[in-house]
C-alpha cells in the first residue's frame, strides 16, 4: 500500500481523522441516548404496575 500522497497528504488525513472523530461522537451520543430511553423505559413500567 503506497500512502505517500505528497503535497495533499495533510489534507487528505486530516478530513479522515476529523470524519473519524465525527462518526466516533454520534456513535457515542447514540449509545448514551439508547441508555437514556431505555432507564426512561423501565421507569415508565415501573409506574404502570403500581
Keep these: 500500500m503506497d500512502f505517500d500522497m505528497s503535497p495533499y497528504g495533510v489534507y487528505v ?4 481523522a476529523i470524519s473519524a472523530v465525527a462518526l466516533l461522537g454520534l ?14 423505559l423501565a421507569r415508565l413500567e415501573t409506574e404502570d404496575d403500581r
Design 27 to 40: 456513535v457515542v451520543r447514540g449509545a448514551l441516548a439508547a441508555r437514556r430511553w431505555r432507564r426512561e
Design 13 to 16: 488525513w486530516s478530513a479522515w
